[in-house]
């Protein structure tokens, strides 16, 4: 008894020290209504174990090891201080204080901590843990009961009246467990009944919790036999709907069987949630920062050579340059940053040779920080099921383009879609949410519900234009300068923004390039086949682009002048002559393009180079769709050369400062108003 009265002292002790019998007194403000008269009163307390520990040791190790015994303690103190202190007059008894302990963290050591992975998870205290994992599915919020009263069906009896008999849900216990119509007397044994009319309801929401190393398996880049499993978390009152589908959390929370019979599931009653992220590495090579040194003297050559050497174990070098460019931009402009404004750069690739670029998009699927390739068989935005821990109600699971939130979502050949999942992806692409029908008479509500969640990744695409060339007789229009997409409607092409063709520009060859590429690769694997070349692991590509994608870029007045100009002349001209209307989304990508070049180049600025880069690649992405304009550029704008040597790259050089010189005169000549910032020197 002196030790149970002990740590009442300290508990008290702690609060006072903490603030927490001030906040008391404030939460008991919202319950002096008159006309709101409960069983139990609802009271979340912060508890810094460190801090309790301080004060007395024998408590903090209560609060780590026996949550449950901890809560009581503080739930007598609570209730001592309201009595003491008049705070609240409905309150009579002890067991109508609930008391929900809530942890500002957990101590750093694996006892502490949950590894999502591990198994098996048997029978263990009960006890807060610290678990990190991805949101796969979660359910609507419904109601669960927090308490209820019972008085004694013997009116003889003191327990008739009174709240003697208050039932309180306490974490792994189901409804039943709160209501039931077999509850005896502890005075006379009779039977109880519920006092309907003081039933406390609160919310409840289910979330599935599972590894991120889940999302391995879903890259198709790492093949591995390992199964995961997800945890069910259950999040009652205020922590409803702080988690979102697709995103990765940090959660403390409590064990617990639940009992349904016949069968026991294991789950976690949430404690405390928080954002999480992986730490990624942020340095940079000595490779890369020696080529950098090598490069400074041009703002060009840096990305160009590191776009050139990419991806050698699917292309040989000097291929598909563009489309290598453009996935790097997309990977290191793929994020969300410190206002939680999400950034992503969408890309359609027009082919004839789907095989080595799906190879190459899914070589650089693996570098992004998070990669999800859609199959086929999977769903690719959201799915139903009913939930199977007694609510009932729908549970919405993750497709694959909510399960790269924050990374990439590579679609593949769009040419195995069907019309109708083709217009879903134009609807998502310019919409940027999923939305989800619930009928309400599947899943015990009165009315349908339509919910939309946001979709925060970038889309890679293919479309195989082989088909429809041999339909149309031409592989392109020169004169126009579209390009056939195959399956891809105009409309869905606007939606991606960025369109990139790749064509065979040295005919047979590329071919044989590509051939004997492969068979060395596959008949010496790991051996360095271009010794001339610039050499760079995966790895270092990993490196330079994890770094590259937390930089924090801003515009140069130069580049913001090119960007908007350019907008403004090609809006004016193509509105004009073709009936194209240039969209707000045009200079986002534009803008997209240029920081992303930037970032890739390892710059805290954009510079006019960047914006030039930008609108090389923007305005080759509308031709395809729409036609030439009156800013004619080759269609290999951006690797106009052969990059083998030092000659090549400065060949390049003096490429782009005359196409840099073309957008100015093309600015100077059709946007409004452009003669007030660019001179026509």
Same mark, same amino acid.
């Given at each position: 008894?002196?030790?149970?009265?002990?740590?009442?002292?300290?508990?008290?002790?702690?609060?006072?020290?903490?603030?927490?019998?001030?906040?008391?007194?404030?939460? *008991?403000?919202?319950?002096?209504?008159?006309?709101?008269?409960?069983?139990?009163?609802?009271?979340?307390?912060?508890?810094?174990?460190?801090?309790?520990?301080?004060?007395?040791?024998?408590?903090?190790?209560?609060?780590?090891?026996?949550?449950?015994?901890?809560?009581?303690?503080?739930?007598?103190?609570?209730?001592?201080?309201?009595?003491?202190?008049?705070?609240?007059?409905?309150?009579?008894?002890?067991?109508?204080?609930?008391?929900?302990?809530?942890?500002?963290?957990?101590?750093?050591?694996?006892?502490?901590?949950? %590894?999502? *992975?591990?198994?098996?998870?048997?029978?263990?205290?009960?006890?807060?843990?610290?678990?990190?994992?991805?949101?796969?599915?979660?359910?609507?919020?419904?109601?669960?009961?927090?308490?209820?009263?019972?008085? *004694?069906?013997?009116?003889?009896?003191? *327990?008739?009246?009174? #709240?003697?008999?208050?039932?309180?849900?306490?974490?792994?216990?189901?409804?039943?467990?709160?209501?039931?119509?077999?509850?005896?007397?502890?005075?006379?044994?009779?039977?109880?009944?519920?006092?309907?009319? #003081?039933?406390?309801?609160?919310?409840?929401?289910?979330?599935?919790?599972?590894?991120?190393?889940?999302?391995?398996?879903?890259?198709?880049?790492?093949? +591995?036999?390992?199964?995961?499993?997800?945890?069910?978390?259950?999040?009652?009152?205020?922590?409803?709907?702080?988690?979102?589908?697709?995103?990765?959390?940090?959660?403390?929370?409590?064990?617990?069987?639940?009992?349904?019979?016949?069968?026991?599931?294991?789950?976690?009653?949430?404690?405390?949630?928080?954002?999480?992220?992986?730490?990624?590495?942020?340095?940079?090579?000595?490779?890369?920062?020696?080529?950098?040194?090598?490069?400074?003297?041009?703002?060009?050559?840096?990305?160009?050579?590191?776009?050139?050497?990419?991806?050698? %174990?699917?292309?040989?070098?000097?291929?598909?340059?563009?489309?290598?460019?453009?996935?790097?931009?997309?990977?290191?402009?793929?994020?969300?940053?410190?206002?939680?404004?999400?950034?992503?750069?969408?890309?359609?690739?027009?082919?004839?040779?789907?095989?080595?670029?799906?190879?190459?998009?899914?070589?650089?699927?693996?570098?992004?920080?998070?990669?999800?390739?859609?199959?086929?068989?999977?769903?690719?935005?959201?799915?139903?099921?009913?939930?199977?821990?007694?609510?009932?109600?729908?549970?919405?699971?993750?497709?694959?383009?909510?399960?790269?939130?924050?990374?990439?979502?590579?679609?593949?050949?769009?040419?195995?879609?069907?019309?109708?999942?083709?217009?879903?992806?134009?609807?998502?692409?310019?919409?940027?949410?999923?939305?989800?029908?619930?009928?309400?008479?599947?899943?015990?509500?009165?009315?349908?519900?339509?919910?939309?969640?946001?979709?925060?990744?970038? #889309?890679?695409?293919?479309?195989?234009?082989?088909?429809?060339?041999?339909?149309?007789?031409?592989?392109?229009?020169?004169?126009?300068?579209?390009?056939?997409?195959?399956?891809?409607?105009?409309?869905?092409?606007?939606?991606?923004?960025?369109?990139? =063709?790749?064509?065979?520009?040295?005919?047979?060859?590329?071919?044989?390039?590509?051939?004997?590429?492969?068979?060395? =690769?596959?008949?010496?694997?790991?051996?360095?086949?271009?010794?001339?070349?610039?050499?760079?692991?995966?790895?270092?590509?990993?490196?330079?682009?994890?770094?590259?994608?937390?930089?924090?870029?801003?515009?140069?007045?130069?580049?913001?002048?090119?960007?908007?100009?350019?907008?403004?002349?090609?809006?004016?001209?193509?509105?004009?002559?073709?009936?194209?209307?240039? +969209?707000?989304?045009?200079?986002?990508?534009?803008?997209?393009?240029?920081?992303?070049?930037?970032?890739?180049?390892?710059?805290?600025?954009?510079?006019?180079?960047?914006?030039?880069?930008?609108?090389?690649?923007?305005?080759?992405?509308?031709?395809?769709?729409?036609?030439?304009?009156?800013?004619?550029?080759?269609?290999?704008?951006?690797?106009?050369?052969?990059?083998?040597?030092?000659?090549?790259?400065?060949?390049?050089?003096?490429?782009?400062?005359?196409?840099?010189?073309?957008?100015?005169?093309?600015?100077?000549?059709?946007?409004?108003?452009?003669?007030?910032?660019?001179?026509?020197?």
């Amino acid at each position: 008894m002196a030790d149970i009265l002990s740590l009442k002292e300290s508990v008290l002790v702690y609060l006072d020290r903490s603030g927490g019998l001030q906040k008391l007194a404030e939460d *008991c403000k919202t319950f002096n209504d008159p006309q709101q008269i409960e069983a139990v009163y609802r009271f979340c307390i912060s508890v810094n174990p460190s801090d309790v520990i301080e004060v007395d040791p024998v408590l903090g190790d209560r609060v780590l090891h026996d949550p449950i015994g901890a809560t009581a303690l503080f739930q007598s103190v609570c209730f001592l201080a309201i009595k003491t202190l008049s705070l609240v007059e409905k309150i009579h008894t002890e067991s109508q204080v609930n008391v929900i302990l809530k942890l500002t963290h957990l101590p750093p050591f694996p006892e502490y901590t949950l %590894d999502l *992975c591990s198994f098996p998870r048997g029978y263990g205290p009960v006890r807060p843990v610290s678990m990190e994992g991805l949101v796969i599915a979660m359910t609507r919020v419904t109601k669960y009961t927090q308490g209820a009263r019972f008085l *004694c069906i013997n009116d003889d009896c003191s *327990c008739s009246t009174g #709240f003697h008999h208050i039932r309180v849900h306490a974490p792994g216990a189901t409804e039943s467990a709160t209501l039931r119509n077999n509850f005896t007397c502890m005075i006379c044994s009779s039977p109880l009944k519920e006092d309907v009319k #003081f039933r406390v309801l609160g919310d409840k929401q289910l979330v599935e919790l599972i590894h991120v190393k889940a999302l391995g398996v879903l890259s198709a880049h790492q093949q +591995s036999s390992l199964r995961y499993q997800s945890v069910t978390l259950f999040l009652r009152d205020e922590l409803c709907n702080s988690m979102r589908i697709g995103q990765l959390y940090r959660v403390l929370g409590i064990p617990a069987h639940v009992h349904q019979w016949p069968s026991i599931t294991w789950s976690v009653e949430a404690n405390s949630v928080q954002p999480w992220e992986p730490e990624y590495p942020h340095k940079i090579s000595a490779s890369f920062q020696e080529l950098l040194k090598a490069t400074a003297g041009s703002p060009w050559r840096f990305s160009a050579i590191v776009a050139h050497c990419f991806g050698l %174990d699917v292309a040989p070098p000097g291929t598909y340059n563009t489309l290598k460019l453009s996935l790097l931009l997309s990977l290191v402009q793929t994020r969300a940053d410190a206002k939680d404004t999400y950034h992503n750069l969408d890309l359609l690739v027009v082919t004839t040779d789907t095989l080595i670029l799906d190879r190459l998009m899914t070589y650089s699927l693996s570098l992004a920080c998070r990669g999800v390739r859609h199959q086929a068989s999977g769903e690719m935005f959201a799915s139903l099921s009913r939930d199977e821990h007694g609510a009932g109600t729908a549970n919405i699971h993750a497709g694959s383009t909510l399960l790269a939130t924050g990374g990439i979502c590579m679609l593949g050949d769009l040419g195995c879609y069907k019309k109708d999942r083709l217009d879903a992806i134009q609807s998502v692409l310019e919409s940027c949410t999923v939305s989800v029908f619930i009928p309400g008479k599947k899943y015990g509500e009165d009315a349908d519900q339509q919910l939309s969640f946001p979709v925060h990744c970038s #889309f890679w695409a293919l479309a195989d234009a082989t088909d429809a060339s041999r339909r149309s007789g031409r592989a392109d229009c020169t004169l126009l300068g579209t390009a056939e997409m195959g399956p891809v409607p105009v409309q869905l092409a606007d939606a991606f923004g960025l369109v990139i =063709q790749c064509r065979d520009t040295v005919g047979e060859q590329a071919l044989l390039a590509q051939t004997i590429h492969t068979l060395q =690769q596959a008949v010496q694997p790991g051996k360095p086949l271009y010794p001339s070349c610039w050499e760079f692991s995966t790895q270092d590509y990993h490196e330079l682009v994890a770094h590259a994608r937390t930089l924090q870029v801003e515009l140069s007045p130069g580049a913001e002048k090119i960007i908007h100009g350019y907008y403004m002349a090609s809006r004016r001209v193509r509105t004009q002559s073709q009936g194209v209307k240039m +969209s707000v989304a045009s200079i986002k990508l534009l803008i997209s393009l240029a920081e992303a070049h930037c970032k890739l180049c390892l710059r805290a600025q954009v510079q006019e180079e960047d914006a030039v880069i930008a609108v090389l690649l923007c305005e080759n992405s509308v031709t395809l769709k729409h036609g030439t304009s009156a800013l004619t550029i080759p269609p290999d704008a951006v690797f106009p050369c052969d990059l083998g040597d030092v000659d090549g790259l400065h060949k390049r050089d003096k490429t782009l400062d005359e196409l840099h010189q073309n957008i100015l005169r093309f600015i100077y000549a059709y946007a409004p108003g452009a003669e007030t910032y660019i001179t026509e020197e």
